[in-house]
């Protein structure tokens, strides 16, 4: 009996115990991280986001600005929210005396970003060039400034090297100064990728060809695939016979069909006509298609071919392939891929 009376009281202590423990760990992690409740204000400040800022950085930024109650209420956010890693160096128009969160919605607003330039992925430089001349830059100071662009020695030219993301800068700002912003962040995030250090079997300059038809060639969720693809043709011997290298020749976007016609066209970036890989890249790839560049998948396939929006497949098989393509050709007659021709 008093042996039972006291495993019970030392349950009842213990259960006391952790609920007291839980309810000590609750009001210190909440403590440790004071957030406002505001989700607007009537009060805004034009913050300045440097280049390359962290997630840390931003957070300590909001904090002494008082946008933010505290730094450790925006770095938890940014640490458990992807969508941190979308923040647009420059300035931005945020409220003073908000909630972490709706400062993170506010960085990613456009319409509070000042002097907004957005580089879509998979860009072509001169689309670059001119969205720039559209934004109230002087043509010649573009292009004098893209010829003088500083990247590391492994890469060359200016297709590819100008990272997509969203970039904002004060008004007066040089073209020199803007296009060297988007190669700073390219050399970053290649680097981080590992294309700068290039492979046994691929330089830098091959990788980052390889992840522009990557970026052109498909969704996120191919990219590693598509990267294995270009591996096993280019192993084999085969010609890489890409549409998206074609449409870079003709500056043609918007068009699924390509037409016999199209694939003989001349030019050293026609796959069709062509062995190996284009002599530079295509486009301005985002960060996941550098890491697919480096990392395929494993796979033997050798083909890929999307059916319809959103239903790339790969395969090894000749006659799979033919079978899909004419799946392919009877979407596109019934209209899946839109206005597209």
Partial sequence: MTRGYFLRLSASLLAVAIITGSLFLIRSHVSTSPDFVATSSSQSLIIEVPAGATGSDIANLLAKAGIIKSFSAFFKLAVSDSRSSQVAPGAHRLDVGICAKCALDQLLDAKRIPNLVKVAEGAWSSEIMSDLVSKGWKKSDVEVALTHISIPSVFSGSEGVLFPAQYSFASGTSAAVVLQAMANRFTSEATSSGITSGTSEFSPMALLTIASIIQAEGDAAD??????????????????????????????????????????????????????????????????????????????????????PGDTRFTQSDKEFLQWKREYETNLRAGAFGATQ
């Fill in 223 to 308: 990219f590693a695939k598509i990267s294995r693809v270009i591996r096993n043709r280019l192993k084999l011997g085969m010609q890489l016979q890409l549409d998206t290298t074609v449409h870079y020749i003709l500056k043609s976007r918007g068009h699924v069909f390509l037409s016999t016609a199209a694939t003989q066209v001349a030019s050293p970036y026609n796959t069709y006509r062509h062995f190996g890989l284009p002599p530079g890249p295509i486009g301005n790839p985002g960060k996941a298609a550098m890491v697919a560049a480096v990392n395929p998948a494993q796979g033997d396939w050798i083909y890929f071919i999307t059916v319809k």
